[in-house]
């Protein structure tokens, strides 16, 4: 059982180069999500979804994309990558009814650098 | 979702209980407290959670107070691998959940 997998684990993107983050999971989960974490800081919510063909944003949306295809995979899109994107990104999945069970699950982090 | 407080900072000594705050005080009656840590630059690991009731499990122990205006989560036996930053997240189950800055615990020997 994998889990939330993540690829790459690191990226070097320049200036206004697009990219998309891969995240897959193999846990049935309706509910997948996006995180940035900037050095010390906590985590910020990018966008989420709660089942195939549904997303919607979070704190932070603007200068990424996403759409849920399948139940398994989430990938988050850059657009136009910016020095400001640099951010360590999580992806985390559950099942719905979240209150039932143990919670999120995570997985271990993309690091991008735009330079 | 109503917003969190937490120390920014605490430290425990090795072995003995490291009790964290959490103030709740906006809490609404259908919002539950979760709490997760992350280690170093690792994924946030999920501890546990709760809605009224205190709730125990293999990894801590949550304490709700009454009023549901601040909880505790308690690690009983800290360990130098308990260090690491924990998060008091409070909301309604099912959809986004959003993290502050939380409490960087430090377990010294």
């Known amino acids: 059982n994998a889990g939330v997998t993540q690829t790459p684990k690191f990226q070097v993107l320049k200036t206004g180069q697009s990219m998309t983050l891969q995240c897959a999971q193999d846990?049935?989960?309706?509910?997948m999500s996006w995180y940035r974490q900037d050095p010390g800081m906590g985590l910020r919510l990018i966008h989420y979804?709660?089942?195939?063909?549904?997303?919607d944003q979070g704190e932070v949306p603007n200068g990424y994309n996403v759409s849920r295809s399948t139940t398994e995979d989430f990938p988050l899109r850059l657009l136009s990558a910016a020095p400001s994107q640099t951010s360590v990104y999580f992806c985390?999945?559950?099942?719905?009814?979240?209150?039932?069970?143990?919670?999120?699950?995570f997985g271990s982090g993309t690091r991008l650098t735009v330079v | 979702d109503a917003k969190t407080t937490q120390p920014t900072s605490m430290d425990c000594a090795e072995g003995r209980a490291a009790n964290l705050p959490c103030n709740h005080s906006?809490?609404?009656?259908?919002?539950?407290v979760y709490w997760y840590r992350q280690i170093h630059s690792q994924g946030p690991q999920y501890i546990i959670h709760g809605l009224k009731n205190n709730e125990t499990n293999e990894m801590a122990s949550l304490i709700i107070t009454e009023d549901r205006k601040s909880s505790t989560l308690i690690l009983p036996h800290a360990t130098l691998r308990d260090t690491a930053v924990y998060y008091c997240?409070?909301?309604?189950?099912?959809?986004?959940?959003?993290f502050g800055a939380g409490t960087r615990l430090t377990v010294k020997p």
């Open positions: 997240i409070v909301r309604v189950g099912g959809n986004d959940m959003r």
């Open positions: 985390a999945s559950g099942p719905a009814e979240l209150v039932l069970n143990y919670g999120y699950t």
């Open positions: 906006t809490i609404s009656g259908n919002e539950y």
């Open positions: 979804s709660v089942g195939a063909g549904i997303t």
């Open positions: 846990m049935n989960h309706e509910y």
